[in-house]
């Protein structure tokens, strides 16, 4: 398994622990975040542990376009993790607080930041995976 | 890679993408107001996360990975498969935009019709696929 794989599932699993530990969370009256935090938790399930999931996974597992080259991870792979979990980290850091710090220059600017990271992330991955998907006798012929 | 993988995959990332660009366009304007109707792209948002993105992934995967049989149609007919991609594809379509197109009344049930008609196809022909070489 390579190592990016290795950090994409990783992180994974930590947003998917979280994700439900907020889930519990929002269900106790006496908080009442369960509004604010519900935009978290979802993306924290569906971007943070299952999205990231299936890109580690694929990175790892679909056929790379060439396989002579020794180095299993691309730029690409790594530009993807870092993008998109640092505007993951940076979004569940200042989403929750929107309502209660309303028209702040520095959370307008932290959710613009964290909203073009995990454009860019997705962007990169898509880069990486999109040419790895071909038929095998057009990958043989590729490889010749 | 079989065609209808390549296809469903292709269309995932497509999906994802532009799930993504909505969402960033739904947080900007939570945090600055851009236009009162954006807020209708929620459920566009979600529906192609999960379905368009997530689900057909899955779907394109398993249908490549999954073992595949020892007869000549290895992985069964091709047509049902195909028609597997096209009816959750165009399901999809329907509902996301069924709502923002005022002649088509009835577009998200025809949509989640279609999507479930692929389902359906995806279990058959998956079915017999859930299986060991090892007896």
């Known amino acids: 398994m390579p190592k990016v794989t290795r950090w994409f599932i ?3 699993i930590i947003y998917f622990i979280v994700g439900v530990i907020l889930a519990l969370i929002s269900e106790f009256p006496a908080i009442n975040a369960g509004p604010l935090l519900l935009p978290v938790y979802w993306h924290m399930l569906v971007i943070g542990w ?4 299936i890109m580690g996974v694929s990175i790892w597992m679909f056929p790379r376009k060439h396989r002579d080259r020794k180095k299993r991870e691309s730029t690409l792979t790594w530009l993807t993790f870092w993008t998109l979990n640092s505007g993951l980290t940076l979004r569940f850091l200042s989403e929750p607080f929107l309502p209660v710090v309303q028209d702040s220059f520095l ?13 860019s992330g997705i962007i990169f991955y898509i880069m ?17 | 890679m079989p065609a209808q993988t390549i296809w469903m995959i292709r269309l995932s990332l497509v999906y994802l993408l532009i799930s993504v660009l909505l969402g960033g366009l739904i947080i900007t304007h939570k945090a600055v107001d851009l236009h009162p109707m954006i807020w209708s792209l929620l459920p566009v948002h979600f529906e192609l996360a999960i379905w368009g993105w997530l689900v057909q992934f899955v779907m394109g995967t398993a249908y490549w990975m999954f073992p595949k049989k020892l007869t000549a149609k290895r992985r069964g007919p091709a047509a049902p498969a195909w028609a597997m991609v096209v009816l959750f594809n165009f399901g999809l379509i329907l509902l996301v935009a069924g709502p923002f197109i005022s002649s088509l009344p009835q577009s998200s049930l025809i949509g989640r019709l279609c999507i479930g008609l692929s389902i359906l196809l995806f279990a058959l022909l998956m079915w017999s696929r859930i299986t060991t070489y090892r007896k």
């Not at chain 1, 959370?107 to 454009?119: D, E, G, K, R, T």
């Not at chain 1, 790895?132 to 590729?142: D, E, T, W």
């Open chain 1, 10 to 12: 990783k992180a994974g």
């Open chain 1, 50 to 53: 299952l999205t990231q999931i």
């Open chain 1, 107 to 119: 959370m307008n600017v932290a959710i613009l930041f964290s909203s073009l990271l995990q454009i």
């Open chain 1, 128 to 144: 990486e995976i999109w040419p790895r998907l071909q038929p095998r006798k057009k990958r043989k012929r590729s490889r010749s």
